[in-house]
């Protein structure tokens, strides 16, 4: 995933225009509307989150244009999650796992959620974070054919068979400092699914997961190792041999 920062001249051509009147849902996430001005593609929202509050910015756009976002925030432990449409729980993309920063071409048209909340490790001391999203859509949607619902949602990576991709913490053993791994999640509800991590030689190791617990992991003669797992505030920590992998919830929960 490409890095970028979006230029100072394109924001403040673009700056918060979005509807002061923000609703709050049965689930407590605020939702606040974003519309370009006239003639902008982009646009900064500033905003604070204390606890386990958590807000949505909801902007439309089409299949086949371009997103970016980026959240600048003075707490480490808040992110941002990008849903797509139709989509309340499972993220096509989850920030704690891959970053603040977003680039990528929209599956489909509709309404995406930008949801900006905090891990539990800083929701549960009733932390605050103040941050900032940029965003831009760029690009011309692409017609949806002839008998697809345009708000049909299979919750899959472009190009993949993954609910969500990106990069988790993992250290090989042997005296190797820690990095990081390449993932795929496929997710099957409930906390439930399967993380395919790929190892710094491009050997694969699929981790299993139910009710948001590590229960194993594929081995082999050619690839051995003995599973162990444990809970660490918001991570499953997974050693398979002298391997370990830090899975954070919300790879398997998609939240």
């Given amino acids: 995933m490409r890095h970028f920062v979006l230029k100072a001249s394109l924001i403040a051509a673009a700056l918060i225009s979005f509807s002061t009147t923000s609703v709050r849902s049965d689930d407590g996430i605020r939702t606040v509307p974003v519309h370009f001005k006239a003639g902008a593609s982009a646009a900064a929202v500033k905003g604070a989150i204390k606890g386990y509050e958590a807000v949505d910015y909801v902007l439309e756009a089409g299949k086949g244009q371009h997103m970016t976002v980026s959240m600048a ?23 704690s796992a891959s970053g603040n920063q977003f680039e990528g071409t929209l599956p489909h048209s509709g309404a ?28 011309a949607a692409k017609a949806a054919p002839a008998g697809e619902d345009s708000l049909s949602y299979d919750a899959l990576v472009e190009g993949t068979d993954y609910h969500a991709t990106g990069t988790i913490t993992c250290a090989m053993g042997g005296g190797q400092p820690a990095g990081s791994c390449a993932f795929g999640v496929k997710r099957k509800g409930n906390g439930s699914g399967t993380v395919i991590v790929t190892k710094p030689d491009g050997r694969k190791r699929t981790i299993f997961f139910e009710n948001g617990n590590a229960t194993g992991a594929d081995t082999s ?35």
Avoid: C, H, W
Avoid at 132 to 138: H, P, W
């Fill in 73 to 95: 925030t003075d707490n480490a432990s808040s992110y941002f999650n990008i849903l797509a449409p139709g989509q309340n729980e499972a993220a096509m993309f989850v920030g």
């Fill in 221 to 255: 003669e050619a690839d051995p190792g003995e599973f162990a797992a444990r809970k660490q505030n918001d991570l499953s920590i997974v050693l398979v041999g002298e391997e370990r992998y830090e899975v954070p919830d919300a790879v398997i929960f998609g939240g």
């Fill in 112 to 139: 995406y959620k930008i949801r900006v909340y905090m891990m539990r490790n800083a929701a549960r001391r009733e932390e605050v974070a103040n941050y900032q999203v940029q965003m831009a859509i760029t690009g």
